[in-house]
């Protein structure tokens, strides 16, 4: 079994930055890619990040590049999301995810565990 707890989350305002943390334990973690999605209220989940199990390989959905820093570090089983610039409709749960292999991108089936999610908040 794997625990994901998801942390940094928090009210902000337009324009600000945050990061987000995501420890694990339990089984592997170093073996596996990692993602980041969100969900807002009334609509599905979506993609965020995502990052293979080096780190060498990062993915991100269209609508947070060049703002998102997805980041791990295995020795300390956590992965982190740094989000700079954010925008009101950024206004999410956020929740991080253990891959079932070491290198996947946006697809949720292909990831096997979730944390609990941590609540953004972006105010105009």
């Known amino acids: 079994q794997v625990q994901l707890v998801e942390s940094g989350g928090g009210l902000v305002q337009s324009g600000d930055s945050l990061r987000l943390s995501c420890a694990a334990s339990?089984?592997?973690?170093?073996?596996?890619?990692m993602g980041w999605f969100r969900q807002s209220p009334g609509k599905e989940r979506e993609f965020v990040a995502a990052?293979?199990?080096?780190?060498?390989?990062?993915y991100y959905a269209d609508s947070v590049k060049g703002r998102f820093t997805i980041s791990r570090d295995n020795a300390k089983n956590t992965v982190y999301l740094q989000m700079n610039t954010l925008k009101p409709e950024e206004t999410a749960v956020y929740y991080c995810?253990?891959?079932?292999?070491?290198?996947?991108?946006?697809?949720?089936?292909?990831?096997?565990?979730w944390g609990q999610g941590t609540q953004v908040t972006v105010s105009s």
């Open positions: 990052i293979t199990y080096r780190g060498d390989t990062t």
């Open positions: 995810a253990r891959s079932r292999t070491y290198d996947s991108g946006s697809a949720s089936r292909d990831y096997t565990y």
């Open positions: 339990g089984r592997t973690f170093s073996g596996y890619a």
